[in-house]
């Protein structure tokens, strides 16, 4: 049970290029969750899903993309990656109702 | 909008010492509230959580109380150790205004605890 996952650990991208960042999880969870942390900002949400083929703009969606298509797996795309992107990137997952957020260990994102 | 608010760190404490974190809140509804630690170079960990007014809510001796009438949750430890140091995030989650039951985290506080 390897909990929430995510790959790549560390990127360093240039200006205006594009790459996907997957999260998967093996407890069945309904709930997954898209979040960037800045500096002094704490965790701000970017997606969400609540099922399989579903997903929901956050706080800060704009510059992302994500896709639902398989009920463990949350994909985070950026089509032309920009500076303001440097952040560190974290996934989590829900099962239902009250139930806790469990977070995986994150990516490290670099943007020149 | 909901949203939540800490005391700003960083917090430096000797071994042994008494803390306490600042976390007050404003929501529409009747949010759950969670307190989460982050180890370096690690992800979020729940510590602990509360979902009604007057819970309490505990774990590996931090404690902290869901207080309604002051819209707070501080974090509480008696006696904080080295292995205490981290980075430290209130939040809330409100599952019937807030579609998808995300978390609203505050800034987050970074506590340092010297031998």
């Known amino acids: 049970n390897a909990g929430v996952t995510q790959t790549p650990k560390f990127r360093v991208l240039k200006t205006g290029q594009s790459m996907t960042l997957l999260c998967a999880q093996d407890?069945?969870?309904?709930?997954m969750y898209w979040y960037r942390q800045d500096p002094g900002m704490g965790l701000r949400l970017i997606h969400y899903s609540v099922g399989e083929g579903t997903t929901a703009k956050g706080e800060v969606p704009d510059g992302y993309n994500v896709s639902r298509l398989k009920k463990q797996n949350f994909l985070l795309g950026l089509e032309s990656a920009a500076p303001s992107q440097t952040s560190v990137y974290f996934c989590a997952s829900r099962g239902g109702e009250g139930e806790t957020q469990y977070f995986g260990p994150g990516t490290r994102l670099l943007v020149l | 909008g909901d949203s939540v608010t800490q005391m700003e760190g960083p917090v430096t404490l000797s071994e042994e010492a008494f803390l306490t974190i600042n976390c007050t809140y404003t929501a529409t509804g009747y949010p759950s509230l969670f307190w989460y630690v982050q180890y370096p170079g690690e992800g979020l960990q729940l510590l602990l959580k509360?979902?009604?007014?007057?819970d309490k809510g505990s774990n590996k001796g931090f404690e902290a109380t869901y207080r309604k009438e002051t819209t707070s949750f501080h974090l509480e430890k008696g006696s904080v150790q080295v292995s205490d140091s981290a980075v430290y995030f209130c939040a809330l989650s409100d599952m019937i205004y807030n579609q998808g039951g995300k978390l609203i985290f505050g800034q987050g506080t970074e506590l340092s605890v010297k031998p």
């Open positions: 509360a979902t009604k007014a007057d």
């Open positions: 407890m069945n969870h309904e709930y």
